[in-house]
């Protein structure tokens, strides 16, 4: 028996993103991806390589709309002045859909903000932002 149910999958419509407490409200899609790397090592007797753990990189993205200039203003803090460091944060990820059991958590550490933009428009549409990061490490957290 299937002990799944389809009302038990998870929407992402309950999906957030919180930084130091604060709900990022205006980011309506979270993806996070973990690339696994393996090296390829020759096998004597084989003709093709074995492979070996060699490390991992996690990479993600944020898109939301834009409300105001506050989060990009945060983002380019360094470049208007020269003590200050690009910006590194901590993001708690949360699905807490309520059809489910318990909510999935991941804690990412070390995110830093590769790629976002400065301005975009288009006539007639909301304007919607994409801000693309890595993260250092990562903690799936059980309630």
């Known amino acids: 028996m299937n002990p799944y149910q389809a009302h038990e999958a998870f929407s992402g419509t309950y999906a957030q ?3 130091d407490g604060v709900w990022l409200a205006q980011f309506h899609s979270i993806t996070v991806d973990l690339d696994v ?3 390829e090592v020759k096998q004597s007797g084989k003709l093709n390589p074995g492979e070996k753990f060699s490390g991992y990189k996690i990479t993600g993205s944020m898109t939301g709309h834009q409300y105001d200039s506050s989060f990009i203003k945060r983002l380019t803090g360094f470049m208007r002045d020269p003590k200050k ?6 993001l708690l990820l949360v699905n807490d859909d309520p059809a489910v059991n318990s909510p999935y958590k991941v804690q990412l550490y070390g995110v830093k903000y590769s790629k976002f933009p400065l301005f975009n428009g288009e006539h007639g549409t ?4 994409e801000f693309a990061f890595s993260a250092d490490s990562f903690e799936i957290l059980e309630d």
């Open 17 to 19: 993103a919180i930084e």
């Open 37 to 39: 790397a393996y090296e």
């Open 85 to 90: 460091a690009p910006l590194v944060t901590n």
């Open 126 to 129: 909301p304007v919607e932002q």
